[in-house]
């Protein structure tokens, strides 16, 4: 008997195929987006939360180490607000704050001249609780979590600006 997720591939896949449908870490002209992402040198960014940011980065573009001879430099700007209150108990006191970041870059070629600017941002929030370092644990994952995330939307920027600036495969 056939299943319907075997009916359903090949129903899916016939139409993105004769559409131009390519998959954005696809292998062109012998060379993978993923060669191309891992030859790119990422810049210190200043505080902890750069480190932490930097280092997700790293993990997603770069995972065997910085290249020896970069194609392109990567530098980024974080842009970190104090948390906001987003609730308040009935006593005045807050209960829950809103953690937001931006991190704005800028991916140089080999000659220094900027090839693509753009931003990310998350937002997450944490609670307030009676214990002083289950707050300060909220506060640290919800800013590890923004700051991961910002990592992924970075990358995937820069796949799609590798991939819209490759010719199209023959």
């Not at 993978?32 to 790119?40: K, M, V, Y």
């Not at 065997?64 to 970190?80: F, K, N, S, Y």
């Amino acid at each position: 008997m056939i299943s319907r997720r075997s009916l359903l591939v090949p129903a899916v896949a016939g139409p993105l195929a004769a559409c131009g449908f390519e998959p954005l870490y696809g292998r062109f002209d012998n060379r993978s987006l993923t060669d191309e992402l891992a030859r790119i040198k990422i810049d210190m960014i200043p505080n902890r939360s750069g480190q932490l940011l930097r280092n997700f980065l790293l993990d997603g573009l770069s995972p065997r180490g910085q290249p020896d001879r970069p194609a392109h430099v990567l530098t980024v700007e974080l842009i970190e607000p104090r948390p906001q209150d987003l609730g308040v108990a009935r006593d005045d006191s807050i209960v829950r704050y809103g953690y937001a970041t931006t991190a704005v870059f800028k991916l140089a070629d080999s000659s220094g001249r900027v090839v693509l600017q753009g931003q990310a941002s998350s937002v997450s929030s944490y609670e307030v609780t009676n214990s002083e370092f289950a707050t300060v644990a909220g506060r640290n994952n919800a800013r590890d979590r923004v700051l991961e995330e910002i990592a992924h939307d970075v990358k995937a920027q820069l796949a799609a600006h590798f991939r819209t600036r490759r010719p199209p495969p023959r």
